[in-house]
């Protein structure tokens, strides 16, 4: 593969510079040849500002930290673009403003976004810009202002905030910066890839009967911003493509995609050099329709049949599932996204993470898969985590051997829980409204809690569970269902939501009262000693003397949550 990287400065490239450098030599290392004659594999062409020109940026500006601690992040940015450039750097940027005039992504590249221990990913700006002008001198000032912009979210509150938790010193932070060829294609005067993704080579949340192993693909047409900020999107396993994630017909229509970003290749009416977002726009999924691309990323749905048909037709509602090419084959993708999350992981010795974006060749009918980004997977034995089985049994309150997710809470003191002595499956229609106005309250004062109940949380069956809507117990970090006598369903494992637990990384425990175990428990005895904010009809809420620690280990399937 022909090697697009090229270098400003001396220094490091951060955690997605040193990501993309590891892509290209993978790729040449076990890929010598093409795959597939219908997928190209692309490296998007990118210059990195190395982090040592960061530095010198702050040191000849007299820029501070304790100079910025009481400003806004508007204040912080517009410091920065009062700011002045290196001439090296000046003159490098203004050579790339010459000779490219198509959208340019001005990333952020540190390496605490992507630390193995104390991750900060996404804390950092990224900002697009449309780079189209006849003009070079305004490309130039796009891309100046962008490069600025992203240095200015180095310090900005959040940044401030995130680094003082994590136990990192942000005075030795030196940004790097990459500036990357946006990977997409014009639709009038919006561009933007077909579809954009994240691929994971371990999913902590299987359905469909797949492995863990197997892995894990967020798809969503257009820009990746729509999965990045936790946009609707379609979610499958590389082993089993064709398989949607779990939920009814209605849920599924509900929950498809129905916008995406693009940049808006028109210039702005007003010029907003300080908004990360100033050249993005969303527009309705209709806008792939004016070329046909759509017609490889639907299905659509017939009422009549209540059934979903592969692939775009003239009447009935569209949803984006990408069915041609999942469930279809088309192009290979499933096949070659399942060898690369399989060949990077073992090569690199990590569960990984990578980020790609998609254009579709409607004269070939190839698929130019740019790849984006790399990363070790968020690991859950992160420093100070303790593992589940060094934990004093004594002081857990929960315990779960059939647990999905990935992750290690603290700080949460809240708990809403039923007891089985007011439980009845007669009464569970009555419970959702009960729950809802908890969940209500809990949300309106920043509090996350845990919630426990009996039978399947969101079965439609009221025999078989409480039959909530998932707003209804959306602020609940943790789910807990779990059995009774008379409410001994097959537990769901968090199917009836799992696109929403999946979506929000909520922790699901699952809980076998039927024999109660060492592994599988709840200690109502010891929540009912603790303080009582409310007790309703069948919920009540309390809040813990002691902040309680949750630890949910995906690979194991195990989960805790106990107090120290």
Request: contains cysteine; proline residues 5%.
């Amino acid at each position: 593969m022909k090697n697009n990287i090229s270098y400003i400065g001396i220094g490091s490239p951060g955690g997605k510079g040193a990501g993309l450098i590891r892509i290209q030599s993978l790729i040449d290392e076990l890929y010598p040849e093409d795959r597939s004659s219908s997928i190209n594999l692309i490296i998007p062409e990118m210059t990195i500002i190395l982090s040592d020109v960061f530095g010198q940026f702050i040191s000849e500006n007299n820029l501070s930290l304790e100079q910025v601690k009481d400003k806004t992040d508007e204040e912080i940015s517009r410091l920065f673009q009062q700011s002045s450039f290196p001439p090296l750097l000046v003159g490098e940027l203004r050579k790339i403003s010459n000779r490219i005039s198509e959208p340019l992504a001005v990333r952020s590249s540190s390496f605490t976004e992507d630390s193995l221990n104390k991750p900060l990913a996404g804390l950092f700006a990224t900002k697009m810009i449309p780079n189209n002008s006849p003009d070079p001198n305004i490309r130039f000032m796009q891309l100046i202002n962008a490069v600025k912009f992203v240095y200015s979210s180095t310090w900005f509150s959040s940044s401030r905030d995130s680094f003082q938790a994590a136990g990192f010193d942000l005075s030795t932070e030196m940004m790097s910066v990459i500036i990357q060829r946006v990977h997409g294609q014009k639709h009038g005067q919006f561009f933007l890839p077909a579809f954009s993704g994240v691929g994971r080579s371990f999913n902590y949340y299987p359905f469909g009967g797949s492995a863990q192993e197997s892995g894990i693909i967020e798809l969503a047409a257009g820009l990746g911003k729509t999965i990045v900020d936790g946009g609707r999107k379609w979610l499958f396993c590389p082993e089993n493509p064709g398989t949607p994630p779990p939920a009814s017909m209605k849920a599924m229509l509900d929950s498809g995609q129905t916008h995406l970003w693009t940049i808006d290749l028109k210039p702005p009416e007003k010029e907003s050099p300080l908004d990360e977002d100033e050249f993005l726009t969303k527009k309705t999924i209709k806008l792939l329709e004016e070329d046909e691309i759509i017609r490889f990323l639907c299905s659509t749905y017939s009422p009549e049949s209540d059934r979903l048909e592969m692939g775009f037709q003239k009447n009935g509602f569209k949803l984006i599932d990408f069915s041609p090419i999942l469930k279809g084959g088309l192009f290979g993708f499933n096949n070659c996204m399942s060898h690369l999350l399989k060949d990077f992981s073992s090569k690199i010795n990590e569960e990984i993470e990578i980020e790609f974006a998609v254009n579709i060749n409607l004269e070939s009918e190839e698929l130019d898969l740019a790849l984006l980004q790399i990363r070790p997977m968020k690991k859950l034995n992160s420093a100070g985590t303790p593992s589940i089985s060094s934990i004093d049994h004594k002081k857990i309150i929960v315990s779960s051997n059939n647990a999905l997710g990935n992750l290690f809470l603290e700080n949460i003191i809240d708990f809403v829980y039923i007891l089985p002595s007011v439980f009845s499956a007669r009464n569970t229609a009555e419970m959702p409204l009960e729950i809802e106005r908890i969940n209500r309250t809990l949300i309106s004062e920043g509090r996350s809690y845990v919630l426990c109940g009996f039978g399947r949380w969101g079965s439609s069956d009221p025999a078989l569970g409480i039959p909530v809507k998932w707003s209804q117990i959306s602020g609940a970090r943790v789910i807990i269902e779990s059995t009774l006598p008379d409410m001994n369903p097959d537990l769901s494992q968090g199917s009836h939501f799992f696109h929403n637990i999946l979506n929000t990384e909520t922790a699901y425990l699952s809980i076998d009262n039927r024999g109660m175990t060492k592994e599988s428990f709840i200690d109502f005895e010891y929540l009912e000693k603790q303080c009582i904010i409310f007790r309703e009809k069948y919920f009540t809420h309390v809040r813990l003397n002691n902040e309680i620690k949750i630890i949910v280990d995906g690979k194991k399937s195990e989960g805790v949550i106990y107090y120290e």
